[in-house]
């Protein structure tokens, strides 16, 4: 049985120039829209940024059931429809990259430009994304907040909690919700109905989605999409490796989003 629609309204933040050009910043399982605390400077400086956070992440209202990236992508767009924004940018990490991935399938007028960090066309197998869903909802976020630290980072970070606290915050439906969207995830097919100029960002290290059969393939499946591969970053490169990779968006979003189609 398929899940009914449910729209979904995201809790947001802007930060930035009012009359700036927007970039749509999408967080991982498991995190809020301070994951991207390390780059909202830089790109605060020229851009007008619209962070989000998922169901039952960083204080967000639970859902009340499974989703579908597609449906995490369907409140992007209601989001921007809200605020008036006809074209935007959008960067993602992970699950956050897998709904601009869906947002520039579903909505290719919408986004003006695409960076997918650390993310997947497909994030392996289903029955484990399932199983871990079913984990969460029979004994909360706990078990998976204990080793997520060495699913998220080289063992050299040494920030690691302070994003981990992230996790142990979030509410376990709208982890385990997202864990079915995850599950359900598969665009390898599709990927070349991508328009929008895209960077893909891998780090290295990668546990969760590794560089080859990951990333690879995002950059191999959309039409002139660029890989650029992180240096010594685990699964949350942003956070990693911040410089590296604020230098890697603001090149991306500087050569292709402006504004000036807007
Ligand atoms: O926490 C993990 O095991 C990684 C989950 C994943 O690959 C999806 C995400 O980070 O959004």
């Not at 956070?53 to 209601?78: N, Y």
């Amino acid at each position: 049985m398929t899940a009914p629609h449910r729209p979904w309204k995201p809790r947001h933040r802007l930060d930035g120039p009012e009359d700036a050009p927007v970039v749509v910043l999408g967080p991982s399982l498991g995190t809020s829209m301070d994951l991207w605390l390390p780059q909202l400077p830089a790109l605060a400086r020229s851009w007008r940024v619209l962070r989000y956070d998922l169901p039952g992440h960083g204080g967000a209202p639970a859902p009340d059931g499974p989703l579908t990236v597609e449906e995490l992508a369907g409140g992007i767009t209601d989001l921007l429809d809200g605020l008036g924004v006809e074209r935007a940018a959008y960067a993602g990490v992970s699950l956050g990259g897998a709904v601009g991935t869906a947002l520039a399938l579903a909505a290719p007028h919408r986004v003006a430009s695409l960076v997918l960090v650390c993310t997947s066309p497909r994030f392996g197998d289903p029955a484990a994304w399932r199983d871990r869903a079913a984990l969460v909802r029979r004994e909360g976020v706990g078990p998976v907040a204990g080793s997520a630290a060495g699913r998220w980072f080289t063992p050299a970070f040494e920030d690691a909690e302070a994003y981990v606290a992230m996790l142990r915050a979030t509410d376990p439906e709208g982890y385990a919700a997202c864990c079915d969207a995850l599950a359900g995830f598969d665009a390898t097919a599709r990927l070349g109905g991508i328009s929008a100029p895209t960077l893909v960002i891998a780090g290295e290290r990668d546990v969760p989605t590794p560089p080859r059969g990951h990333a690879d393939r995002l950059a191999a499946g959309i039409p002139d999409a660029r890989l650029a591969v992180v240096e010594g970053a685990g699964h949350l490169a942003n956070a990693e490796r911040p410089d590296a990779v604020t230098r890697e968006i603001t090149a991306h979003l500087d050569r292709t989003w402006r504004g000036h189609d807007r």
